[in-house]
């Protein structure tokens, strides 16, 4: 029986040495046997790692009453009175979230969740699978796309935690020559290593230059890029005629990027909720993930015409929408158990820390 590891010891074989941003894409998304295409239950506290929309309902509640704002502000413009509203999440997983956004809004917007044309953007068919069935009670108005297709959106298109999940490539500083050098994979000895990426098959394009820091890297220093990443965002862009672009995610800026603490990147695995440097270990078991340079992702939102609207941490983010809320009386009250989802969502030592929330418009 083909494995996993088999499947990426053949390429291996055949190409020498892996770049690393393919070992990730096969130990994540391989069909059959990748990372995300066989953990269903990976998520919550009996998964490898607990995110926003595992710590309850309320994350989803709060995102549904800031998106109604949003789309009901759109619909009052006479550019987008007539075209259908959509509300696009894109890498939705078990369909966990949108069940908590749609729940909200059937309950509290009823007007705009009649007229509100819910899409999931989910190339997967497995995954597709999990989420038509978490969502069954709300089928009449969810529709699902493998990729992009060539209307225009009017709406909103948001992703929370899809971008970290992109491949990402690994970048090595060899101090000596004062240049850098692109990490790959190899297959030696019956287990994956690290090995140099040949020069001839380095990207050409990747320079980032960090001004007044070659002397100081200490050799080996380490980043990663996701040009996958950059790519899908611009993308995205592209089809927005009116409305939101959001990316909720653990990042950094670019100037973030360099820290004389993050000597080895941020690239982690997550295996039951312990956090592993191993990261070429229990192929297809573990979750691999990547802080987002939301630099490059902005800069590529306006490359494309959008202009960036907030870019602040989900703390920030999260209780502005709090506020909000407090004057409306639809929202419901804030039962303990809302307020210690807050508290997790928002405080420094739990989700606060990490997280940022980009948001851009046309």
């Not at 990402?168 to 994956?192: C, I, L, P, T, Y």
């Amino acid at each position: 029986m083909t494995t996993l590891s088999q499947i990426i010891r053949a390429e291996t074989a055949a190409r020498g040495v892996l770049p690393f941003a393919r070992f990730m894409e096969l130990a994540l998304y391989c069909p059959e046997f990748g990372y995300y295409e066989t953990q269903k239950d990976n998520v919550g506290r009996g998964g490898d790692f607990i995110t926003s929309v595992s710590t309850g309902a309320l994350f989803g509640q709060l995102l549904a009453f800031q998106f109604a704002g949003w789309l009901e502000e759109l619909h009052s413009s006479p550019a987008t009175r007539h075209p259908p509203l959509r509300l696009i999440e894109a890498g939705a997983h078990d369909g966990k979230l949108a069940a908590d956004i749609l729940a909200w809004l059937q309950a509290n917007r009823p007007a705009l969740f009649e007229r509100l044309e819910y899409c999931i953007l989910e190339p997967s068919v497995r995954r597709q699978e999990w989420q038509r069935e978490t969502l069954k009670q709300f089928a009449p108005c969810v529709r699902w796309f493998s990729d992009f297709d060539n209307s225009k959106l009017h709406g909103i298109l948001f992703g929370n935690e899809l971008l970290d999940a992109f491949p990402v490539h690994r970048h090595g500083w060899d101090a000596k020559n004062k240049k850098w050098f692109e990490w790959g994979v190899a297959f030696e000895k019956d287990r994956f290593i690290w090995a140099r990426v040949p020069e001839n098959l380095q990207p050409s394009t990747f320079n980032p230059q960090p001004s007044g820091l070659e002397s100081v890297l200490p050799d080996g220093y380490t980043i990663e890029t996701s040009p996958t990443a950059e790519s899908w965002w611009l993308e995205a862009a592209g089809i927005l005629a009116r409305g939101k672009l959001v990316a909720i995610d653990y990042g950094f800026t670019g100037d973030e990027q360099f820290s004389p603490s993050r000597t080895n990147g941020t690239l982690r695995a997550y295996f039951r909720h312990h956090v592993s440097d191993d990261l070429l270990a229990n192929v297809g078991e573990q979750d691999l993930t990547a802080h987002v340079n939301f630099s490059a992702i902005q800069k590529a939102g306006e490359e494309a015409g959008l202009k960036t609207k907030l870019f602040s941490s989900q703390t920030k983010f999260l209780t502005q929408i709090l506020e909000k809320t407090l004057a409306d009386k639809t929202f419901g009250a804030w039962t303990p158990a809302r307020t210690r989802q807050f508290q997790t969502l928002t405080h420094p030592e739990h989700l606060g820390r990490a997280f940022r929330v980009l948001v851009q418009s046309r």
